[in-house]
């Protein structure tokens, strides 16, 4: 039964695949070498707005669909939300990455986004670039997740004159899970190990690990608390609380 269930999944996942966008992206934007093994992974109802930047995977154990775009879904009523697809800078795969359909990644010329390995975007969210985006490992963020480093305008000060700069560098560190309704603004650096809750606006440095994050603007409301990440220990707290009566894959 499990078996099954496992082999339903792959089934189901591989006609979400667009195989002419899969080969376009892997051999357009990697090394040859690299391209060969396919190790990106394109749904059907990606849009790739535009290529023109530079991708690159940092990974010693090269994989097939290591990175997914729209391929992977937690809902079914997904399937009809586009993800957006537009890289004018550089944006760096330092190992296995998931992104679900209804996302938006963009990055401008003078853009980096860099992912850690084992990350994942939600539907409907959105990282966009025009200086530097960071992510540490096990980054998990939630769906409707809007974070970018630039404001995109400039706002003066009429007594002074003074135009401050519209981008600056975010950083996100390693373990950290990002809850749904987030916007991270220019200038957010988030230490590991951090919990960011529901709703809230985070726009100044968290150098602070192991806190619960909320509120607008947001500040810390717990210390001393993470998520629990793995996943057979998830699973038994399921089972403990009677979530779960089997295993979910």
Same mark, same amino acid.
Request: glycine residues 6%; hydrophobic residues 40%.
């Given at each position: 039964?499990?078996?099954?269930?496992?082999?339903?999944?792959?089934? %189901?996942?591989?006609?979400? *695949?667009?195989?002419?966008?899969?080969?376009?992206?892997?051999?357009?934007? !990697?090394?040859?070498?690299?391209?060969?093994?396919?190790?990106?992974?394109?749904?059907?109802?990606?849009?790739?707005?535009?290529?023109?930047?530079?991708?690159?995977?940092?990974?010693?154990? !090269?994989?097939?669909?290591? %990175?997914?775009?729209?391929?992977?879904?937690?809902?079914?009523?997904?399937?009809?939300?586009? +993800?957006?697809?537009?890289?004018?800078?550089?944006?760096?795969?330092?190992?296995?990455?998931?992104?679900?359909?209804?996302?938006?990644?963009?990055?401008?010329? +003078?853009?980096?986004?860099?992912?850690? +390995?084992?990350?994942?975007?939600?539907?409907?969210?959105?990282?966009? &670039?025009?200086?530097?985006? !960071?992510?540490?490992?096990?980054?998990?963020?939630?769906?409707? %997740?809007?974070?970018?480093?630039?404001?995109?305008?400039?706002?003066?000060?009429?007594?002074?004159?003074?135009?401050?700069?519209?981008?600056?560098?975010?950083?996100?560190?390693?373990?950290?899970?990002?809850?749904?309704?987030?916007?991270?603004?220019?200038? &957010?650096?988030?230490?590991?190990? =951090? *919990?960011?809750?529901?709703?809230?606006?985070?726009?100044? %440095?968290?150098?602070?690990?192991?806190?619960?994050?909320?509120?607008?603007?947001? &500040?810390?409301?717990?210390?001393?608390?993470?998520?629990?990440?793995?996943?057979?220990?998830?699973?038994?707290? =399921?089972?403990?609380?009677?979530?779960?009566?089997?295993?979910?894959?």
């Amino acid at each position: 039964m499990k078996s099954l269930k496992i082999w339903k999944g792959r089934f %189901v996942r591989f006609f979400r *695949i667009s195989i002419h966008k899969t080969l376009y992206v892997n051999f357009r934007c !990697l090394p040859i070498r690299q391209a060969c093994k396919i190790p990106i992974l394109i749904g059907r109802g990606t849009q790739l707005r535009s290529l023109n930047g530079k991708m690159v995977i940092k990974y010693s154990t !090269l994989r097939f669909g290591m %990175v997914q775009f729209g391929v992977n879904q937690i809902f079914n009523s997904c399937n009809s939300y586009k +993800t957006i697809l537009e890289n004018d800078g550089v944006i760096i795969f330092n190992g296995i990455a998931t992104f679900q359909s209804g996302i938006v990644l963009k990055t401008f010329k +003078t853009g980096k986004i860099e992912f850690g +390995t084992k990350f994942s975007l939600g539907r409907f969210s959105q990282i966009i &670039s025009k200086s530097n985006v !960071l992510f540490g490992n096990y980054c998990r963020c939630s769906w409707n %997740v809007y974070i970018s480093d630039t404001d995109f305008h400039y706002i003066k000060n009429i007594e002074t004159g003074e135009v401050k700069n519209n981008t600056k560098k975010i950083s996100i560190g390693n373990n950290c899970w990002i809850a749904n309704n987030v916007s991270i603004s220019k200038g &957010s650096i988030i230490a590991n190990n =951090n *919990i960011i809750a529901s709703n809230p606006y985070i726009n100044k %440095v968290f150098c602070e690990s192991n806190t619960l994050l909320a509120g607008a603007p947001a &500040s810390i409301k717990r210390r001393n608390y993470i998520q629990v990440f793995d996943a057979l220990e998830e699973f038994e707290w =399921n089972k403990f609380y009677n979530w779960e009566k089997e295993r979910p894959w």
